[in-house]
């Protein structure tokens, strides 16, 4: 993730990079708007609870299905995978899918993840969150809600195939408000909405919506399907350029709203360059701040386990499994570098290829995404295809 607020709009003080610097804290003990700052690299893990959607979103990673996938995790396996979780220090498990809500013991399983002292999200389609169920995820506990929205309503409603969803998602939106939950939207930019990207920033503004998140498309599940609708270069730049400005609009006029992009780690070193001419000194604090951040985590900063149990470097890898639970616990699956690509995901800077490898930025940015490299080239050290930075701008020129 790179926070656009906080670095763009220093919405982190200056103070933050003494406060926070690199092994002053653990994870779990910095606030959730710093996490991606922390030195302890125990995982954020994604918990695909379930395959199982009431919608059949286009760019789906997950591939969800309305049907319940037969070998997912029981009751009593989750409940076991959480406390491994917990004893090994994972700060936040982010429940996720298919449709997390549509898994019954959902609430029972929010429930144990915070009385282990995690904390508990969940990414959702929002469409089954009513008043009750987003007071009883209130009454448990749950850290945040994440809602994806993929434009205005006709947009929105052709991405995710049913009628009526984005007005669904938006009640969802306003229960989990009036409960007194967290809850902000995630955006997955394509070229068939990227251009709706000032209408979500109206959305964010008028219902008050604290978060919002970009996701730069990766090419793994239906998403696979969009490979020839991902952005160029020239529309990414225009489209970081356009979430900086709007979020510095917000800025202005006294509305701070965290606003992030996610899956291109590119954005940081641009963010960068593009204030080292409009505010050098403020520039420097942000390059702190990036070296902190340390770029793609996939393998080592965020992980994933699938319904069936299966152990992935992030939620996008589901054709490389390190192992599954039932077998051996995360914790020893994680720690496991007899295991070679876990090995070289740890340290993966070492083995990225062609101009990553001589980028002056790969500390900052980590070789980007691996997995999309992989998609594109068959290569996965190769470099990432989605990097739209200049070789003038990557100190090879």
Partial sequence: MVGVSKL????????????????????????????????????????????????????CYAQATAGAAPEE????????????????????????????LMREDLFELIERAVSLGMRAVISTNGTLITREVAGRLRTLGLSYVGIS????????????????????AMAGVRHCQEAGLKVGLRFTVSRLNYREVPAIFDLVEEFDIPRICFYHLVYTGRGSKLLDQALSHAETRELVDLICARTRRLFDVGRPVEVLTVDNHADGPYIYLK???????????????????????????????????????????????????????????????????????????????????????????????????????????????????????????
């Fill in 8 to 59: 763009y709009c220093g919405a982190v003080e200056a103070g933050d990079v003494l406060r926070y610097g690199h092994g002053a804290r653990r994870a779990r003990e910095l606030p959730s708007h710093l996490l991606q700052f922390s030195a302890d690299k125990k995982p954020v893990v994604v918990w695909n609870v379930t395959r199982r959607c009431n919608l059949k979103c286009l760019h």
């Fill in 73 to 100: 995790l029981s009751h009593v396996e989750g409940l076991a995978l959480l406390e491994d979780l917990a004893g090994f220090g994972v700060p936040v498990v982010l429940f996720s899918g298919g449709e997390p």
């Fill in 149 to 168: 929205l993929d434009g205005t309503q006709p947009t929105h409603d052709r991405f995710r195939g049913q009628p009526g969803s984005f007005a669904a």
């Fill in 275 to 397: 204030l080292l001419k409009e505010d050098p000194e403020r520039a420097a604090q942000v390059l702190e701040l990036l070296k902190m951040n340390e770029g793609n985590n996939s393998g080592r900063g965020i992980g994933c386990v699938s319904w069936e149990g299966s152990v992935h470097a992030d939620q996008f890898w589901r054709h490389y499994s390190f192992g599954n639970v039932r077998e051996r616990p995360f914790s020893e699956i994680w720690t496991d570098l007899s295991e070679p690509l876990m090995a070289r995901l740890k340290d993966k800077k070492r083995y990225v290829t062609g101009r990553c490898a001589r980028c002056r930025w790969l500390d900052l940015c980590a070789g980007n995404f691996r997995v999309r490299a992989e998609a594109v080239t068959g290569d996965l050290w190769a470099p990432d295809p989605a990097c739209y930075l200049t070789d003038e701008e990557i100190g090879l020129a």
